[in-house]
């Protein structure tokens, strides 16, 4: 009768391997990271016209301020030669003229001056909260990259660890146990890592 040759069963992985295939789950990391990165890219083309409008509207501010300082010393000047300004009609109500002249400008440098103060505060404002939100996008990057590499490390630890157990069929070679063990220990503390990473999360 014949008997059937009886080969050797091949090398399983350790129970405590984790089961199923070693390829993980697709790499869904690159998505939010490109459209943190179009959205930083927005921001930054923003932040350029944000600071050309902020140079400009300054410059505007200075000219206003500068022609309403010479209105007030006009106005200044004209009271007090109306002050001093006795007997002579036609010279009073001259200076009369002027000085109201001054008045009515100082006034419009004044409110001119004001509006364009808003609108600086308002660029101002624009300016910093673009800068926050680009360093929140630059921190939130930053961690996306160092997940997606914990977790590309522990597909490939787990995929070694299969290989050298003999996951990947009969005929394996005999896999080295303190290799294994030493690929463990790497694959808990990538683990570990990746762990207090979450809890903690980026630092300012």
């Known amino acids: 009768m014949n008997r059937k040759d009886k080969r050797p069963p091949p090398d399983r992985p350790p129970d ?20 943190m990165d179009r959205a930083a890219a927005r921001l930054s083309s923003r932040l350029r ?8 509207v300054s410059l505007l501010l200075e000219e206003y301020q500068g022609a309403s300082l010479k209105w007030e010393r006009r106005r200044a000047r004209t009271a007090m030669e109306l002050d001093r300004c006795t007997g002579d009609v036609e ?31 308002q660029l101002q404002d624009q300016r910093d909260a673009i800068h926050h939100s680009l360093g929140e996008l630059e921190a939130g990057v930053a961690k996306l990259k160092a997940t997606r590499a914990a977790s590309q490390d522990r597909r490939r630890l787990k995929s070694a660890l299969y290989e050298l157990s003999g996951a990947n069929g009969a005929g394996a070679s005999t896999p ?23 809890v903690k999360g980026p630092r300012p």
Do not use: C
Not at 49 to 56: D, E, H, K, P, T
Not at 92 to 113: C, F
Not at 190 to 198: D, K, Q, R, T
């Open 91 to 121: 010279m009073y109500t001259a200076l009369g003229e002027l000085h109201d002249t001054a008045v009515k400008m100082v006034a419009l440098h004044h409110g001119q001056t004001s509006r364009i103060t808003e609108k600086l505060h």
């Open 16 to 35: 405590n391997l984790p089961g199923g295939p070693p390829d993980g789950p697709p790499d869904n990391y690159a998505a939010f990271i490109e459209r």
């Open 49 to 56: 016209s944000v600071i050309r409008a902020l140079g400009a």
């Open 176 to 198: 080295d146990r303190e290799l294994l063990s030493d690929l463990r220990e790497a694959r808990e503390a990538v683990v570990l890592a990746e762990a207090l990473m979450e």
